[in-house]
């Protein structure tokens, strides 16, 4: 019997063993490890990746979110109390992120077939009080942008994406990060761009916001010992940094070995039990952070892949609005929602993933 992990980070990262040693190195003997060279060269780097003007790194993908919001504050844009709207199944850090600002997230339905907004549902849900749309490129799908710009354009609202999920897809010719107002991006040890530890990035075309958000993450202060702003400590370290130029070279090529995988299972998983996700857009909308299936009695599922030592992960088994953090959120129905986190299950995939192990996972999902 194989043995399958759900994803294996340490062969992710030893595969770059030698180059990843380097640059540790070299910041070690280099003896600056805050706001050196190695987060400038690599704000560059990513910045030209996605496509913006601007990168600033951060500490994490929560604090490049919270960041976003807490700009246009300062710039008078957004205000305590306004209403910025969400996808209902996300990852939590989203809804966070603008609750940590005395905002307030409205929870809009996803769409059952590919996760993402349900982009038809965004305008019912549009008040005099909202200033912002975020959307989320879950599981590492694009959300189709054409609806929310329209809207966005319509209501005067800005549009913020968490690309924490998406790093390098496409939507028509741009790439996560250069689809709204400002991205945060996540490079947690798991994501399809990790570090050896947090980091974060914002991505941003407007000179204005990338101003105050490198002066808000770093004590609200961009000429040393003078303050403008009560900002927070959120930075990106030398370390992580130098780590991440080297990952972010293998980006493009770790994507298109998860796309490999994920065109494997869609086409080889044939067991009704078992529904795949769809790509609603074209393959480079998609870069497989996580591949998703949904099934109707999911304990026994992930019992019987476990028992053919085949890692599972769910994201996420519980919704936001049904968390005792947002109390206050409780008695909300959101019925699709609901639906996806009683049924989804995530299988493995990730660049060291062998062809092997992938037929091996098709053939025991297919005996299910
Ligand atoms: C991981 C993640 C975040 C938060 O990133 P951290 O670096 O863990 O703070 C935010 N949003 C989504 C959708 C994520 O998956």
């Known amino acids: 019997m194989m043995n399958i992990p759900f994803l294996d ?47 600033i790194g951060v500490a994490n993908g929560l604090d490049a979110l919270i960041l976003i919001l807490r700009a246009y504050k300062e710039l008078g844009i957004m205000n305590v109390g306004d209403e910025v709207i969400v996808p209902a199944n996300t990852y939590i850090a989203s809804i966070l992120a603008i609750s940590a600002n005395n905002m307030t997230p409205v929870l809009v339905e996803p769409n059952i077939n590919n996760y993402l907004i349900d ?34 354009k319509k209501y005067d609202l800005k549009v913020i994406e968490d690309s924490a999920q998406s790093h390098g897809a496409y939507y028509q010719d741009k790439r996560s990060g250069n689809l709204s107002d400002a991205s945060g991006f996540s490079f947690y040890p798991g994501k399809n761009l990790g570090a050896i530890g947090d980091g974060g990035a914002i991505t941003t075309n407007d000179d204005k916001l990338a101003y105050i958000i490198r002066a808000l993450a770093n004590y609200g202060s961009e ?5 403008m702003y009560k900002g927070i400590n959120s930075r990106l370290d030398e370390l992580q940094a130098a780590i991440l130029e080297v990952k972010l070279a293998k980006l493009d090529a770790d994507t ?21 996700p769809q790509v609603a857009l074209g393959e480079d909308s ?40 947002y109390k206050e959120l409780n008695n909300l129905s959101l019925p699709i929602s609901e639906q996806i986190h009683r049924e989804v ?13 992938t037929s091996y996972v098709i053939d025991i999902l297919n005996k299910f």
């Not at 030893?14 to 190695?38: F, P």
């Not at 000429?223 to 303050?227: H, L, P, T």
């Not at 299950?345 to 192990?357: N, R, Y």
Request: proline content about 4%.
């Open 9 to 55: 980070i340490k062969q992710i990262n030893l595969k770059d063993y030698t180059e990843i040693s380097q640059a540790i190195d070299e910041v070690l003997n280099g003896g600056w490890y805050i706001h050196g060279s190695r987060c400038k060269q690599f704000e560059q780097s990513f910045a030209n990746y996605c496509g913006t003007k601007h990168c």
């Open 119 to 152: 982009v038809d549902k965004i305008e019912e849900a549009i008040t005099a009080k909202t200033k912002a749309i975020m959307v989320v490129h879950l599981y590492g799908q694009i959300t189709p942008m054409a609806k929310v710009w329209e809207l966005a």
């Open 345 to 357: 299950i995530s299988l493995p995939i990730s660049p060291v993933q062998t062809i092997d192990q």
């Open 223 to 227: 000429v040393k010992y003078k303050n």
């Open 256 to 276: 298109e070995k998860r796309r490999v995988i994920a065109k494997m299972y869609r086409e080889q998983i044939i067991n009704p039990k078992i529904t795949l």
């Open 286 to 325: 998609h870069v497989w952070h996580v591949f998703v299936v949904r099934t109707d009695n999911r304990d026994e599922f992930q019992k019987y892949l476990a028992e053919n030592s085949i890692g599972t992960v769910i994201h996420y088994p519980t919704p936001p609005h049904k968390q005792e953090a």
